[in-house]
């Protein structure tokens, strides 16, 4: 089994920060690309941020500049620095892995179950 867990999400006035946090765990044995996405109400799931395995990054126009993704590979986890937070920011985000598992050394992509992330004064 493999999970991904995701926390830090939050209520944040326009203009401040939050950084989220995504563990993936279980018999994982090689994670290709972690990365971000967010689904607004009445909106489809857009990626926003996403590190691969050469450690290249691409973001969301609409993100570029405030948000920073990064990785701690010994911890499998993956972050994102949100700064400079707007309430368009305002959505559900979730952590995604395109990973190897370690159980017959299967390819599989794996989603978080969100957290929630408002951006209002």
């Known amino acids: 089994q493999v999970q991904l867990v995701e926390s830090g999400g939050g209520l944040v006035q326009p203009g401040g920060s939050l950084r989220l946090s995504c563990v993936a765990s279980?018999?994982?044995?090689?994670?290709?690309?972690m990365g971000w996405y967010r689904q607004a109400p009445g909106k489809q799931r857009e990626p926003v941020a996403v590190l691969n395995s050469g450690g290249n990054t691409n973001y969301a126009d609409s993100v570029k500049g405030r948000f920073t993704i990064s990785r701690d590979y010994d911890k499998n986890t993956v972050y994102l620095q949100m700064n400079s937070l707007k309430p368009e920011d305002t959505a559900v985000y979730y952590c995604?892995?395109?990973?190897?598992?370690?159980?017959?050394?299967?390819?599989?992509?794996?989603w978080g179950q969100g957290t929630q992330v408002t951006v209002s004064s």
């Open positions: 995604n892995a395109d990973l190897v598992r370690s159980l017959g050394f299967t390819a599989g992509e794996f």
């Open positions: 279980g018999r994982i044995f090689r994670i290709n690309a």
